[in-house]
């Protein structure tokens, strides 16, 4: 906000300085023209600097528009014959200014405000001295006021011209390497340099029409045509490049029937992404995560359609699909990819690729946050039908039993034997039904806490089983998402360690470190090749820690035991 207010300040107090100094120089209404003109330079240089503040490019036009707000300002009032000594300082460094960044520094650093390669490093800091000697020199060591056949200082005079010639070498270079680039971008871009290319000639051209006046051939054309192309001939080039070949992405068109023109930018990188975040935050449904997503590309880069493709063939499409795709970029981690349609204008450039790249890192989290939540809707799912199961099979077929037998007892009139066998199958359901819901949700858990729950689980291990904590821990409650999660991920590791791994031995440890809750799991059982054996269950519970910011490793070799390690990042 405060560099668009900045901008903004730029912009007002260059656009004032050249219409004061213009006026007061040379007066109105002949000058109206020339002023108009003029003002093309400090516009684009606001329009710039405020739809991208992060790219140099709008603040370089600004500044040299100060200079030229400030060159005429100062040539105005000097001639006005107020505080001339002040004035002419005022005028020559301005103009130098302004000379120096549109000779140098806009064909330089067109059209994203980066030098072309790192070979040119040291060209702005050769050019900033030159434009400072050169406008300084000529302020210092310029002519005389009181007697102008008399230089003030002329060593001082001496390096101002010196500076002014380096600055034309420097200049003749830079205008060979914006050839060299024009010839060699890519055909969207190409159009862009063109009008670069002939503005800097332009600009050229008018300087050659003043130094034409210097030497005597001085006619009322050749002052309007030299001013004209110097002060214009650059912003002029930078229109024609924004409304033909959409410079920097700004589009300019036009709203309603009576011809309002409107200008408009592609959002920025950082633009797509703050929307997009917000975007995600408000979708909680992983396919339409997707949609958002494809969406945000589709209209970040102007597409006629956009396609989010996942690892497993699942594909979301912005938009109506027509052809095979111009671009493609894979997301990280071979999550997927993203696919891009033709552009609704013109062609794809490196830029939108940049933009594109960019974007796959959400979209590389989104997919991967959409995999997650379908994992888990289905690992509940299949919780859901495993319990319905449990439940079906044996305790409700215990009641039945049960049911059955006080029934037949009540009918026959059953001895103590009888009673004594409902007794003890009544105790059995009641065990499984403790059992049962231990699975679910540990009474344990909830009452002692994570260090509680898990030696109670361990207690009833046919294996020499160990727990180890520290005083603190067993002390610390957690959410019920981190100890549930903690408290299953140890009990499917035993369990696994029983039933697969034949272990005869157990030890497990819960540790609170450094911001982590981490519970260890080891066996002295036979191990297994992590990449040829199925682990669903604790695939389950890897999602489950993943959703809580954690993650769950497995350290296994055949014949060597296994080593189960899990955690969570909790407060401190």
Known sequence: ?????????????????????????????????????????????????????????????????????????????????????????????????????????????????????????????????????????????????????????????????????????????????????????????????????????????????????????????????????????????????????????????????????????????????????????????????????????????????????????????????????????????????????PRDAGRLTTQDRRLLEALAVPAGLAIQSAGLVTRLVNAQEAERRRIERNIHDGVQQQLVALIAGIELARATGAGADLLAQLREQARQTLADLRELAAGIHPSSLSQGGLVEAVEERCSRLPVRTTVSSSPALRSRRFTDEIEGAMYFTVSEAVANALKHAKATTIEVRLTLADGRLTAAVADDGKGFDPSHTPRRGLATLSDRLDALGGGLGIDTEQGKGTRVNAWVPVDE
């Open 1 to 341: 906000m405060r560099s668009r207010l900045v901008a903004g300040l730029l912009a007002v107090a260059s656009a004032a300085g050249i219409t004061v100094g213009t006026s007061v120089e040379y007066g109105l209404p002949a000058m109206v023209p020339f002023i108009l003109v003029a003002l093309i330079l400090p516009a684009v240089g606001w329009l710039l600097a405020y739809r991208r503040p992060e790219i140099r490019y709008g603040w370089v036009l600004l500044a040299a528009a100060l200079g030229l707000g400030a060159g005429m300002l100062g040539t105005g009032l000097r001639g006005a014959g107020a505080f001339p000594e002040l004035f002419a300082y005022v005028q020559s460094i301005g103009l130098a200014l302004f000379y120096g960044l549109t000779w140098i520094f806009v064909p330089l650093l067109f059209p994203d405000g980066r030098l072309p390669s790192r070979r040119w490093r040291a060209v702005p800091w050769i050019a900033g001295v030159a434009i400072a000697a050169h406008g300084i020199g000529t302020a210092v060591g310029g002519v005389d006021l009181a007697n102008p056949t008399v230089l003030k200082n002329p060593v001082a005079a001496f390096v101002g011209g010196t500076g002014q010639a380096v600055t034309w070498i420097i200049a003749a270079i830079v205008f060979c390497g914006l050839v060299v680039r024009w010839r060699r971008s890519e055909r969207a871009e190409r159009g862009q340099y063109a009008c670069m290319v002939a503005g800097v000639a332009a600009t050229a051209a008018g300087g050659v029409l003043t130094l034409l006046m210097i030497f005597g051939l001085y006619t009322p054309f050749l002052v309007g045509a030299a001013g004209m192309a110097l002060v214009g001939s650059l912003p002029a080039a930078m229109v024609v490049a924004i409304v033909r070949h959409r410079l920097l992405d700004i589009r300019i068109g036009v709203r309603g029937s009576r011809l309002h023109l409107v200008f408009d930018v592609r959002p920025t990188v950082g633009e797509v992404l703050s929307d997009l975040g917000t975007a995600l935050e408000d979708t909680p449904e992983p396919v339409e995560q997707l949609g958002r997503l494809a969406a945000a590309v589709r209209d970040g880069l102007e597409l006629e359609w956009a396609a989010v493709t996942l690892a497993d063939g699942t594909r979301v499409v912005a938009g109506q699909a027509q052809g095979p795709a111009v671009l493609t970029v894979p997301v990280r981690g071979g999550l997927g990819h993203i696919e891009c349609g």
